[in-house]
């Protein structure tokens, strides 16, 4: 008796394992395949590499280094409890405010342009004199 969800090797050629359900495909290459049947109207260029199954490396080696969260002040860690300013830096608790860490961002103005675009302008008719 032969099982539908067994995993066999996947015939794409990827590493992956594949079920009978999917035509012996893993998951990846089957959605590939059945995006290019649909699709045959549109034209999309190939790469060198298959999309949807990367080749076995290190997944170590490329990963870009993770930034580390500082604040832009006193330089110091602050992990997730970091204070985005509207300046576009990070802060810690005590640099947290536009006056401690001397901000550029201009509030008054933006809270100008935030009010004109949401309040309308109400004007009334003129009078007319006798």
């Not at 969800?5 to 050629?13: D, I, N, Q, V």
């Not at 992990?79 to 509207?86: P, S």
């Not at 830096?89 to 947290?96: K, L, N």
């Given at each position: 008796?032969?099982?539908?969800?067994?995993?066999?090797?996947?015939?794409?050629?990827?590493?992956?394992?594949?079920?009978?359900v999917n035509n012996n495909l893993c998951s990846l290459c089957y959605?590939?395949?059945?995006?290019?049947?649909?699709?045959?109207?549109?034209?999309?260029?190939?790469?060198?590499?298959?999309?949807?199954?990367?080749?076995?490396?290190?997944?170590?080696?490329?990963?870009?280094?993770?930034?580390?969260?500082?604040?832009?002040?006193?330089?110091?860690?602050?992990?997730?409890?970091?204070?985005?300013?509207?300046?576009?830096?990070?802060?810690?608790?005590?640099?947290?405010?536009?006056?401690?860490?001397?901000?550029?961002?201009?509030?008054?103005?933006?809270?100008?342009?935030a009010l004109a675009t949401q309040l309308p302008l109400i004007r009334?008719?003129?009078?007319?004199?006798?």
């Amino acid at each position: 008796m032969v099982n539908e969800t067994e995993a066999l090797p996947c015939e794409g050629g990827c590493g992956l394992y594949g079920t009978r359900v999917n035509n012996n495909l893993c998951s990846l290459c089957y959605k590939k395949s059945v995006l290019q049947h649909s699709t045959a109207l549109i034209f999309e260029p190939e790469t060198e590499q298959s999309q949807c199954c990367p080749p076995m490396s290190s997944p170590v080696a490329e990963e870009e280094p993770v930034k580390k969260r500082r604040c832009g002040r006193c330089k110091r860690k602050v992990g997730m409890l970091g204070f985005k300013c509207r300046c576009g830096h990070m802060f810690c608790g005590s640099h947290r405010y536009p006056e401690e860490h001397s901000c550029p961002f201009d509030y008054k103005q933006s809270g100008r342009l935030a009010l004109a675009t949401q309040l309308p302008l109400i004007r009334a008719d003129k009078l007319q004199r006798f």
